[in-house]
């Protein structure tokens, strides 16, 4: 049961709070927020970090807002995941809400939608041992776990079932909405009557890896539900022991979701330019391959790397290296042999400009993304990022 609300807005300056130490020490494990000792005992300087979403321990809850909006915020995680489908607001979210509700909201309406004309059903296979046939005999399962016995049979079949991907992400969003904490109760109403539609699919193993569905004319009416559940299984869904407090909690990580963004939608529109892009693009600084470095995008052109790129929502300014990004960047350039490298910040993350190093002729440019507009001026913003690349290019 919650009984005290601790709400910050990602971005915002520490605020001092009250918090026993193993709330304190709790929610450091769960990396929602940044918890600072000062001389004053039972109280705490909290700042938000690049996290965002819900934290529940001992009854209190802490909830960390993103800077940009919900819907903003929806968009550049579904556009990283399926560009196709997210080059619009298609999916529309309360913007007042919290980043859990909101999510909750938008599926438990999809789901509604998709589920309308009842279970989607479809053929898979099973491996079953039975005592008569059906379908074809395994048979080398049956000589080696059967020898000299006629039954049972080891048989595989095609069964047309509901028990298929589709609905088995289905169910394992709504399991996973059930646990979150800021899930209200109208949602969880809905979702409770959502599981029970789906009573007869079995659960996806909780922490693997959620079954794979590909869009087709078949399930086009599950398809912007499933969209929705991919980007709310993609989120930290967690529960976790410290000491004797159990944490539970959703969060994303805002930097995650920029960079994810920002590279997806390079490789969009770098498309019609023709090479090959390559996100996480692996490689190593020194002769030996003892220092490996990994760019965030590199555009190649007839398999030669031709731009480089780094997003960062916000500048890394470790104690001592305060330019810590333009050196990385440097080395990214030398290593690959290129005269401009490039960093794409979030707006107010960094101010667009060009550095241009002494004696390595090198030219690194800064650029800065805003995120608040509609999705359609943003991809319009990267388009105009990809032109201006290529047209630095030597």
């Not at 009416?221 to 993609?234: F, G, K, M, S, T």
Request: hydrophobic share 45%; net charge neutral.
């Amino acid at each position: 049961m919650v009984t005290s609300q601790l709400i910050l807005r990602e971005g915002d300056a520490p605020r001092l709070v009250e918090l026993r130490r193993p709330v304190a020490d709790a929610l450091v494990a769960a990396g929602v927020v940044e918890v600072t000792s000062i001389d004053r005992p039972g109280w705490w300087l909290a700042a938000p970090g690049t996290q965002v979403g819900v934290v529940s321990v001992a009854g209190l809850q802490v909830v960390v807002q993103p800077k940009i909006d919900i819907s903003r915020l929806v968009f550049l995680m579904g556009y990283a995941r399926h560009p196709k489908f997210w080059r619009d607001d298609r999916v529309h979210v309360d913007p007042d809400a919290d980043l859990p509700e909101a999510l909750a909201d938008a599926f438990v309406r999809l789901a509604r939608r998709a589920l309308d004309q009842g279970l989607l059903k479809g053929y898979v296979t099973v491996d079953e041992s039975l005592p008569v046939l059906r379908g074809r005999i395994r048979e080398a399962d049956q000589l080696r776990r059967r020898w000299g016995r006629a039954i049972p049979l080891e048989v595989r079949y095609d069964d047309h079932t509901v028990d298929i991907a589709e609905n088995q992400v289905l169910l394992a969003v709504v399991e996973c909405l059930l646990r979150t904490p800021r899930v209200g109760v109208r949602h969880r109403a809905a979702l409770q009557r959502l599981r029970l539609q789906l009573a007869d699919v079995t659960a996806p193993a909780r922490g693997g890896v959620p079954p794979v569905w590909t869009a087709s004319r078949l399930n086009a009416r599950y398809v912007p539900a499933l969209e929705v559940a991919e980007l709310i299984l993609e989120g930290r869904s967690f529960e976790q022991r410290v000491g004797d407090l159990v944490v539970t909690g959703y969060l994303v990580n805002m930097a995650s979701v920029f960079e994810d963004f920002v590279t997806v939608a390079l490789r969009e529109a770098l498309g019609p330019y023709g090479g090959r892009p390559r996100l996480q693009y692996r490689s190593f600084l020194d002769v030996d391959e003892t220092v490996p470095i990994r760019p965030d995008f590199v555009w190649l052109d007839q398999g030669r790397p031709s731009i480089v790129a780094d997003a960062k929502y916000k500048a890394e300014k470790p104690a001592g290296f305060p330019q810590a990004d333009l050196y990385q960047m440097l080395a990214y350039c030398i290593r690959l042999g290129l005269s401009v490298g490039h960093l794409v910040y979030a707006k107010g993350g960094e101010d667009a400009r060009t550095h241009i190093l002494q004696r390595a002729g090198v030219r690194i440019v800064t650029h800065a993304l805003d995120l608040e507009v509609a999705p359609a001026h943003l991809l319009g913003s990267v388009a105009t990022l990809a032109d201006e690349m290529v047209r630095m290019l030597p």
